[in-house]
């Protein structure tokens, strides 16, 4: 039992530097930056579950708090997650929990993780957007255009491909007896 939780423990590390390299991979749109950061922390909850999946986001969040430059554009700090883009970085960790626990709760298949994934893109740019127009001080029809709508369709993408992958090696990895 032990041993299991060691080798879980440095499976979530892993993918905590999977992530951090993800959000490397970017395209800067102001004032939101457009990641694979997000199909990164998707795959992560799919493939390893509520606790191990939210263990790994949550270690790479606070990689880059203590400033690691993890954070897109080799960014990392506190004061990243203080300003405009930081809620949708603190939004990966309830995203990553409820895809987790949505795929824990009813069943690993390929359709409840694509419910699963939708949703969580609207956890991560809803409570994104809210953190970009307080912070910013923008209004709230400015922090919808430039901080969700330009991400719904791309997102929505990457949810659908994180949870169809995800569900692969989901499968191969139980099998293999490796999560």
Do not use: H
Not at 10 to 37: D, G, S, Y
Not at 91 to 111: E, H
Not at 125 to 133: A, F, Q, T, V, Y
Not at 147 to 170: E, H, S, T, W, Y
């Amino acid at each position: 039992m032990r041993n299991e939780r060691l080798k879980m423990m440095i499976v979530a590390a892993l993918f905590a530097a999977i992530i951090a390299v993800a959000a490397q991979i970017m395209i800067n749109v102001p004032p939101v930056p457009f990641t694979l950061m997000t199909i990164a922390v998707m795959l992560t909850a799919t493939i390893l579950g509520a606790k191990y999946g939210t263990l790994a986001v949550t270690v790479y969040v606070l990689m880059g708090v203590i400033g690691i430059p993890v954070f897109a554009g080799m960014k990392g700090g506190f004061g990243i997650v203080l300003g405009p883009t930081g809620g949708y970085l603190l939004a990966i960790i309830p995203a990553a929990l409820f895809v987790g626990w949505y795929l824990d709760t009813f069943k690993y298949s390929r359709m409840q993780a694509i419910i699963a994934n939708i949703i969580a893109v609207f956890i991560i740019l809803i409570l994104g957007s809210i953190w970009l127009k307080i912070v910013a001080e923008l209004p709230w029809d400015a922090a919808f255009k430039g901080g969700m709508l330009p991400f719904i369709l791309p997102d929505l993408a990457k949810a659908v491909v994180a949870a169809l992958i995800g569900i692969i090696i989901r499968t191969r990895l139980v099998a293999a007896k490796l999560i």
